[in-house]
């Protein structure tokens, strides 16, 4: 691979060491070198390649962080999941959904409005050029309609973004009240029906 920066050694952790220092002992110039806690992240970032995989015999396993190509790759011996600047690459995506990692549990009603008063943009991010293929999905902010049910909050409570899964949740509930409030309306209809013919 090009551009590729080999270091050797073992990495301790002195934990009687109330400065929180780290101990390399590698094969370089210097026999042993000792580090704080953010200089350990400069020493190994000066490597282009950063690989804390193995080889097998179906691939690699393991992760690479690999400047050059600005990604860092989580792999297995059948699947890869790839962080990019412009996104996530990965087979799968599984939100936490347990009852167990749950608590407090209320039943989501009257979220038709939510969806429908939401509007749908096509846009660019600032960094993209014009001709670029525009993005489509919410825009929050001022003078732009949409369900704060869907949000991401920062730590201090500012809206930042959406959640996908929130998102997906609410559309779900708000598909099956349409579905409920019509299947109601075609029932009252049928009745009408039957009863202007007459019959039972």
Same mark, same amino acid.
């Given at each position: 691979?090009?551009?590729?920066?080999?270091?050797?050694?073992?990495?301790?952790?002195?934990?009687?060491?109330?400065?929180?220092?780290?101990?390399?002992?590698?094969?370089?110039?210097?026999?042993?070198?000792?580090?704080?806690?953010?200089?350990?992240?400069?020493?190994?970032?000066?490597?282009?390649?950063?690989?804390?995989?193995?080889?097998?015999?179906?691939?690699?396993?393991?992760?690479?962080?690999?400047?050059?190509?600005?990604?860092?790759?989580?792999?297995?011996?059948?699947?890869?999941?790839?962080?990019?600047?412009?996104?996530?690459?990965?087979?799968?995506?599984?939100?936490?959904?347990?009852?167990?990692?749950?608590?407090?549990?209320?039943?989501?009603?009257?979220?038709?409005?939510? =969806? +429908?008063?939401?509007?749908?943009?096509? *846009?660019?991010? &600032?960094?993209? %050029?014009?001709? #670029? @293929?525009?993005?489509?999905?919410?825009?929050?902010?001022?003078?732009?309609?949409?369900?704060?049910?869907?949000?991401?909050?920062?730590?201090?409570?500012?809206?930042?973004?959406?959640?996908?899964?929130?998102?997906?949740? =609410? +559309?779900?509930?708000?598909?099956?009240? *349409?579905?409920? &409030?019509?299947? %109601?309306?075609? #029932? @009252?209809?049928?009745?009408?029906?039957?009863?202007?013919?007459?019959?039972?």
């Amino acid at each position: 691979m090009e551009n590729e920066k080999t270091i050797t050694g073992s990495v301790s952790i002195n934990s009687d060491d109330s400065n929180n220092l780290i101990e390399i002992i590698n094969n370089l110039n210097v026999n042993k070198t000792r580090f704080g806690i953010f200089s350990i992240y400069a020493y190994l970032l000066c490597a282009d390649v950063i690989s804390l995989a193995e080889y097998q015999n179906s691939g690699i396993v393991g992760i690479i962080l690999d400047k050059v190509k600005k990604k860092i790759s989580l792999m297995d011996a059948s699947n890869e999941t790839t962080l990019l600047p412009s996104g996530i690459k990965t087979p799968t995506l599984t939100q936490t959904s347990i009852a167990d990692d749950k608590k407090d549990f209320e039943h989501l009603e009257d979220v038709l409005e939510e =969806v +429908l008063k939401t509007d749908i943009y096509k *846009y660019y991010l &600032k960094y993209q %050029e014009s001709g #670029e @293929k525009k993005h489509i999905g919410f825009v929050i902010g001022d003078g732009f309609n949409y369900s704060h049910l869907i949000t991401s909050e920062d730590e201090k409570h500012k809206e930042i973004g959406v959640d996908p899964y929130s998102m997906t949740s =609410v +559309l779900w509930q708000g598909f099956k009240e *349409y579905v409920e &409030k019509n299947n %109601e309306e075609i #029932e @009252k209809l049928k009745k009408e029906i039957k009863s202007l013919k007459g019959e039972n």
